[in-house]
């Protein structure tokens, strides 16, 4: 069993930065593949991006450049570092831990509650 808990999110303007973190309880943790989503009001969750065991990361393009994951397995927590933010990456952000590091939301076994983030221009 892995329980994760997301926290860092709040209100910021455009051009502003970030960060979130990710708390894992759970052994297995530091074995565990982690992805953040994110879904807007209206719109589907989607991929970010996501962080093997080994600290290799997969972003999206639409936040290649801009956002950055981490992870300290000592600390059992995953950050996505996030700059250069626009409104349109406002939303409820989740992070997720799975066995590989995937964009499908139903190849991640356990949830986080979701942070909100709102970014205005």
């Known amino acids: 069993q892995v329980q994760l808990v997301e926290s860092g999110g709040g209100l910021v303007q455009a051009g502003g930065s970030l960060r979130l973190s990710c708390a894992a309880s759970?052994?297995?943790?530091?074995?565990?593949?982690v992805g953040w989503f994110r879904q807007a009001p209206g719109k589907e969750r989607e991929f970010v991006g996501a962080i093997k065991w080994s600290g290799v990361t997969y972003n999206v393009d639409s936040v290649k450049g801009r956002f950055t994951i981490s992870r300290d397995n000592a600390k059992n927590t995953v950050y996505l570092q996030m700059n250069s933010l626009k409104p349109e990456d406002t939303a409820v952000y989740y992070c997720a831990a799975g066995q590989s590091t995937s964009t499908r939301r139903g190849d991640y076994d356990y949830w986080g509650q979701g942070t909100q983030v709102t970014v205005s221009s």
């Open positions: 759970g052994r297995t943790f530091s074995s565990s593949a």
